[in-house]
Structures are given as C-alpha cells and as structure tokens.
C-alpha cells in the first residue's frame, strides 16, 4: 500500500478543564505541603484573597483544613444556590480536620443570556484515614465523617426546593502505587461505599452514581508523598440535572488536563531490547526500496542486530511535541488560555497507562446513559498509520478513535520493519499496545504504550487533527542501551 503524503501544521495539544476554578502558586504550594488542594470559582482577586487566608491557616497547624472553605470560599458564591452547601461543608472540614477543597460547576451561557448558569458543586475530600491501605470498607472515623459528608449534600438546595432533578456522581482516585487495574477496582469499591452512605443520609439511590478513576487523573505528582496523598481522594459531585451530570462525565473523560502529572510513580525506565525477535507475516505498507541515505545518528550508540536504530537523540535532550496547550470547554467555563499555557503536558515516556471505569447507577449497577455512539472520528475508523523512521517502517495498526469524548475502540499493534528502506519487508514480532487519548478542541493526542518491556519501541505520542484525518506531530520513544532515546515520527495514513 501507498502512503499519501500529508502537510503538516503546527501543534495545538488541548488541555479540557473545568473553569471558573483556578490555582494560584502560593495555593499549590500550600497544598503539596500541608496536603490540600484549594480551588477557587472567581478571578484572580478571589484567588489571591483565598490563597492569603490559606496561607495563613497553614502557618499554623500542619494538615489544618479550612482553606477553601472560608470567607473567599464562600464569598465566590455569594447569591448562589448552593451557599448552605458550601457552609455545612466548611464546618465539617473544620470539626473533623479534612482536607476538602470545592468549586462550582459553572455552565457557559447560551447565546444572549445575561450570565453562566450555576450547575453544581464538586468537593474533593482526600481520603487519608477514611479506608484501611488496600480495602474499600469504611474506617470507623471514615464512616463518621462520610455520614456528615452526606448529610451536607442531602440538604435541599435554593429556598427549601428539591425539584428531583439533582444528582449526584461519587468518583474513586488513588494515587499510582500498584498497577492501573488494581487501582481501579479499588477506587470503584471505595466510590460505591461512599455512595451508600448518601443513600443512608436519604437521596434516592436512582440520583446516585459512581465511578474508579484508579490513578489515571493525577492532580500531582506522584513521585512525592505530598503529590500522592493529594491523589487519595474522593470527588463529590452534585449537579443540577441529568443534563448537568452527562456534561460532566463527558468534560472530565480523556481530559488531558490530567496529562499534566504521570499516572506513574516514577519516569519510565529503558527498556532492554530481547536478542531474538520473531518474524512474521508484514501488514506494514509496501513501497519501492529507497537508497540507504540517512546514516546512523552522531547521538546514537552503536546499535546491536536487536536493537533498532530510529536516528533519534537522548529524550532529556528533546522538548515532548505536548508543550502547547488550549482550553477545550465541555460545555464549562474555562480558565484563560494563560493559565492553560502553564500546565504542560507530559510526554508518554514519562507517564504510565491509565485505567478508568465506567460511570455505573447505584441503583441497578449500569452504565450511565449518555447517549454515547459508535461513530468514529472522521477518518480514524480502524486505519493504518504509518512512517519510516531513520529507514525503518513504524506502523500503528489500527488507528481507532470514537467521536464521543475521543475514546479508543480497539488497542493498537506496533509493527516495526527494520531495514525497510533496504528492501526488508519482514517485521519483527507484533508489539501489542495499550493507547490512550486526551482531546482538545481540535485535537487529540493519541498515547500508545508497549506492553513488552523488551520490545525496540517505549512508547508513541502523536498529536490528530479532529477536522481531518492529518497528524501534525509526534514522537517516538525507544531503549539505546540504558538510555531513552527520542525521534520525530509523524505517521501518515495508508490509502
């Protein structure tokens, strides 16, 4: 098969958030320190009113939660329905010394509507001392403080009125100590106990949903102690609608403001390449051989016949093709694009797989209905990608990405034809992958890591147009010895 030659544009890698939240350094600085997170849903003089209280507070007694839950806090929602919320949380965190930081969910206005329209709040609580390491059942202190959690959310919001529509999503994190699956039953379990604690304080269990998130949105970095008890936690949404709650789901899947931190513990390390490598049958793209004109990189170490040779650079030498980043709305108000432009985003070599489930009913157990198809991304239906690399043949088979959220729908192979430019057309062995996505507005960044830690290839970031079937950068990561090496791979799709 042909490759049809593409033009490239420059990069745009989104990051999705939800907005009206912001973070000032002095807040992140409190909250790696003293374990809490403060988030805000004003601008920047809410923001730095609230960081001086919280800074103050945290001058004081170490671990101290109030935080996001004083005066600022509260003064970001002046007037709002969810007021009494806000307060009965901030006594709570107060008598039981949580940690518990909220923002609003801020819906964008329609087209001639005076302003953005308030859809709910969501706390998060980290979880220290409310589960035994490894188990979701509740400690006697963990129960004592979710039943006060629940009875805050029970309350009826506005002037006493509960028109049945609000509802209520509980999300397990953990940090990334243990591997992806491990983590996301786990949160899953410890999501859906907390859930039946707001069931027991008197919400129907049909408005109560939940989901294990596991380790796969970091709000930190989990190299440090600080960084992983700030990814403990759990999320406690409560929205003002189904509607509300299908937006939300849908903003947070695949939202790449969570590639900003590793789902790993540590960066990944080289792997160490196998001495034998089968054979089999090429699916790769079959051209004419070309010249031998691309010699061996000056930066590259000798390679052995196991290892194959992508004409790279060390990866601590090449900045990741994830740098820049834009806002993506989901359908809430955003932070601005500044402020988006100072998370950058990590690149696959650095980061882990990631696993989230399902968001389930807590009354039957199902998935949430979201209206979700099966539609792919215009031309990303199952197709194969390709480039040749320093004169090896690199193929992504298939490239599968869903119009809903980006989602991936069948896991990848990586082929890799060494010596394609010479005449080779014999890959080496097929390279399962496990991929993920992260969308923006108009792009997404589509992650592929190897499952085989000896396989010639780490890991493959490529940044897809989602206006047409067109990447427009990429790289990929791959083991020289001890070393991580780094190459521009921009696949083409095959026609």
Not at 424 to 434: A, C
Request: proline share 5%.
């Amino acid at each position: 098969m042909r490759l049809k030659a593409k033009r490239l544009t420059a990069l745009a890698v989104a990051i999705a958030t939800l907005s009206g939240c912001q973070t000032n350094s002095t807040m992140q600085s409190v909250g790696a320190n003293h374990g809490m997170v403060i988030l805000c849903g004003v601008g920047a003089v809410g923001g730095a009113i609230l960081g001086n209280r919280l800074a103050g507070a945290g001058n004081k007694t170490q671990g101290a939660v109030i935080g996001g839950l004083l005066g600022g806090a509260l003064g970001c929602y002046a007037g709002s329905v969810w007021e009494s919320k806000m307060k009965a949380l901030q006594q709570i965190a107060k008598d039981e010394h949580m940690a518990i930081s909220v923002q609003p969910l801020n819906l964008q206005a329609p087209a001639g509507a005076a302003k953005n329209a308030d859809g709910g709040l969501v706390a998060q609580v980290q979880d220290e001392g409310m589960f035994p390491v490894g188990s979701a059942q509740l400690t006697t202190t963990g129960l004592r403080q979710a039943q006060k959690l629940a009875t805050a959310f029970a309350q009826k919001s506005g002037e006493g009125k509960d028109d049945g529509q609000r509802r209520f999503l509980i999300v397990g994190h953990t940090d990334a100590t243990g591997t992806a699956s491990l983590n996301q039953r786990l949160s899953e379990q410890r999501a859906r106990a907390v859930g039946q604690v707001l069931q027991g304080a008197g919400i129907a269990a049909s408005r109560i949903y939940y989901q294990g998130a596991g380790s796969s949105r970091p709000v930190a970095d989990n190299t440090t102690e600080a960084g992983r008890n700030s990814n403990r936690r759990v999320e406690i949404s409560e929205m003002s609608s189904q509607d509300v709650l299908v937006k939300r789901v849908q903003a947070e899947s695949a939202n790449a403001k969570y590639a900003v931190y590793s789902a790993g513990p540590e960066k990944r390390a080289p792997a160490r390449t196998s001495t034998k490598a089968a054979t089999v049958a090429s699916r790769a793209p079959v051209a004419s051989p070309r010249p031998v004109d691309q010699p061996t990189s000056a930066h590259e170490a000798p390679a052995s016949a196991a290892l194959v040779n992508f004409g790279g650079v060390p990866a601590a030498q090449q900045a990741s093709v994830t740098a820049a980043i834009q806002p993506k709305s989901g359908g809430f108000t955003l932070i601005s694009s500044a402020q988006a432009n100072d998370l950058p985003i990590q690149s696959c070599q650095a980061d882990a797989p990631r696993e989230t489930g399902s968001v389930l009913s807590l009354a039957t157990g199902q998935p949430l209905e979201d209206h979700k198809t099966y539609e792919y991304m215009a031309g990303y239906n199952n197709r194969v990608w390709a480039e040749v690399v320093n004169g090896n043949l690199l193929t992504i088979t298939p490239v599968s990405i869903l119009k809903d959220n980006a989602a991936v729908d069948r896991q990848p192979i990586l082929e890799v034809v060494k010596g394609y430019d010479t005449g080779n057309r014999t890959s080496l062995k097929s390279i399962q992958g496990i991929a993920n996505t992260y969308e923006g507005e108009t792009q997404v960044l589509y992650r592929v890591f190897a499952k085989d830690p000896n396989a010639p290839v780490s890991c493959i970031d490529v940044v897809f147009e989602k206006g047409a079937p067109q990447a427009t950068k990429g790289q990929v990561f791959y083991p020289r010895g001890d070393s991580a090496y780094v190459a521009a791979f921009i696949p083409r799709k095959a026609s």
